[in-house]
């Protein structure tokens, strides 16, 4: 292989990196180039910044991605070469953090796991729906924690700890296997119509860590758990509609659970 020789060339586009001032809505982008394999997307986004104006606003910026990229790394084009003033949360990049939930094409998914292919020429994206916006795609995220906090989703065990682990079968561990993959991402509770009509609702993503530990045979709160669910806020405020089932990005059953812990509540099961 030859070794690189000289100094790369300074390129025009490094000023692209400076983040500019607030944009108006309705401000011309450049495109960019086009490269060999990359296609060119469409992002329209609905803005939000209230230091230009009270409501919010539909921008679109052109860029051109590969096919196999994620619409994450679109909108990392947007904001690192178009418009720095984009506002929107991202950490890992890998469908575990949670952090990119927003509304793509209508319906709530990561960022992260979709593919640029699946929504050429054109896509749509908006803030998760149910919560604040703060900024752009970024919503508060306190009201979605506080439904959480309520069902104290952690282990409650008052017996002296063993000497090693407390023990569990594996048919114990898959009772509840299935609510131990949330993530946290708010994706199944923006997306319940009850959610964003009653605010004291305490939401899907609560009843399934909920559920996590309810069914937990070295846990010793079930009974307290399911005391917080079944009042006005709980688990019967649940009209069944499925959209949560469908916006889960880890694929877990959160209706089912939901309906767990109502039998769990209505014949004492536990």
């Known amino acids: 292989m ?63 991605v590969e096919p196999f990229d994620r619409l994450l790394d679109a909108l990392h084009v947007v904001k690192w070469y178009r418009d720095g003033t984009l506002a929107l949360r991202r950490s890992c990049a890998h469908g575990v953090c949670g952090s990119d939930a927003m509304v793509i094409n209508g319906q709530n998914a990561l960022a992260c796991k979709v593919l640029v292919r699946d929504v050429v020429p054109k896509v749509t994206v908006e803030p998760i729906r149910g919560l604040p916006v703060i900024k752009d795609l970024v919503v508060d995220m306190e009201p ?39 993530i946290l991402c708010a994706a199944c509770t923006t997306s319940c119509p009850i959610y964003w009509g009653d605010e004291g609702y ?9 559920h996590r530990f309810i069914f937990d045979s070295r846990d010793q709160a079930g009974k307290e758990r399911l005391a917080i669910l079944a009042e006005k806020s709980g688990v019967f405020r649940c009209r069944t509609t499925f959209n949560c089932t469908e916006a889960c990005p880890r694929g877990i059953k959160v209706t089912k659970a939901i309906q767990e812990v109502k039998r769990a509540i209505m014949f004492d099961r536990l």
């Open 2 to 64: 030859a070794e690189w020789e000289g100094e790369p060339e300074e390129s025009e586009d490094l000023g692209l990196w400076e983040e500019g001032p607030p944009r108006e809505p309705g401000a011309k982008r450049k495109g960019g180039p086009s490269v060999p394999g990359q296609v060119s997307l469409a992002v329209r986004i609905k803005r939000y910044n209230p230091d230009i104006r009270e409501g919010s606003w539909w921008d679109e910026f052109t860029v051109n």
């Open 202 to 210: 305490i939401g899907p993503a609560a009843i399934v860590n909920a």
């Open 144 to 182: 979605f924690f506080e439904g959480y906090k309520k069902v104290l989703p952690f282990l409650v065990n008052d017996q002296e700890p063993p000497e090693r682990e407390r023990r569990q079968s594996p048919a114990e561990r898959a009772r509840y296997d299935d609510t131990t993959k949330c």
